[in-house]
């Protein structure tokens, strides 16, 4: 109990579910919570209506579908999807600017000169899709937007998508790596950076920490009890 218990879960349960371990934690008197994929980074505002025009940095149809549905859904606001994977929203997009994979950033950086100068930036064989640069720096200029980065957009395109926002006083905002990694945050569960040299017991549940940090996996290994709940392990 105390500090020397430790309670790991994910995004991937309910408001429901972490709530009740939550209340499992304070009651072995420790506040230990952590999730691998608590992001304190801004989150999408929950009504995007008011935008003129979206901004859509990589796919969020498997981590938040209803957001992907919502975005394909609106009528009068124009959609620019940087991603270099085709999806429903990316092929219904405004502009869909491709990039090859990996240069998500240059295309960002390309994009607001693109839209400082409103001329199209050179951006050589970087892009591919429908539309270019000027293009989409039209459809963004005087407009309010919101910029959303994607959960699979590497952490330089995020900074980069940021960096654009703030230049241009656009909003930005992030979608999570699972369907419920808000909830995790607001219950209190803090990013998974490292346990403590004290920690003598765990009780993960929902998340297997072998697929993604070997070696939190082998301290974990270690403790003097461990349990673990999943359905697929």
Not at 22 to 27: C, I, P
Not at 35 to 64: F, K, M, R, T
Request: glycine share 10%; charged share 20%.
């Amino acid at each position: 109990s105390g500090e020397k218990f430790a309670l790991i879960s994910s995004g991937c349960l309910t408001d429901e579910a972490l709530y009740t371990l939550r209340k499992f934690s304070l009651s072995m008197k420790s506040e230990n919570l952590f999730a691998e994929d608590v992001d304190l980074s801004p989150g999408v505002p929950g009504d995007i209506g008011p935008y003129q025009c979206i901004v859509v940095l990589g796919d969020i149809s498997e981590s938040c579908p209803a957001l992907d549905l919502a975005i394909r859904s609106r009528k009068n606001a124009s959609v620019i999807s940087i991603s270099p994977m085709g999806s429903l929203l990316s092929s219904g997009a405004s502009v869909w600017l491709r990039p090859r994979p990996g240069h998500e950033p240059e295309v960002l950086d390309l994009l607001a000169r693109a839209l400082s100068e409103l001329h199209d930036a050179d951006s050589g064989s970087l892009i591919s899709g429908r539309g270019d640069l000027a293009s989409a720096a039209a459809l963004l200029s005087g407009k309010r937007t919101l910029v959303i980065a994607g959960p699979d957009a590497s952490d330089q395109a995020v900074v980069s998508a940021q960096r654009l926002a703030e230049a241009f006083g656009f909003e930005f905002g992030t979608v999570r790596k699972r369907c419920n990694s808000q909830g995790a945050i607001d219950l209190g569960f803090r990013k998974l950076d490292g346990l403590g040299c004290d920690l003598k017991a765990a009780y993960v549940v929902g998340y297997n920490p072998l697929r993604v940090n070997t070696d939190l996996g082998q301290k974990l290994s270690g403790l003097d009890f461990l349990v673990v709940q999943d359905l697929f392990l």
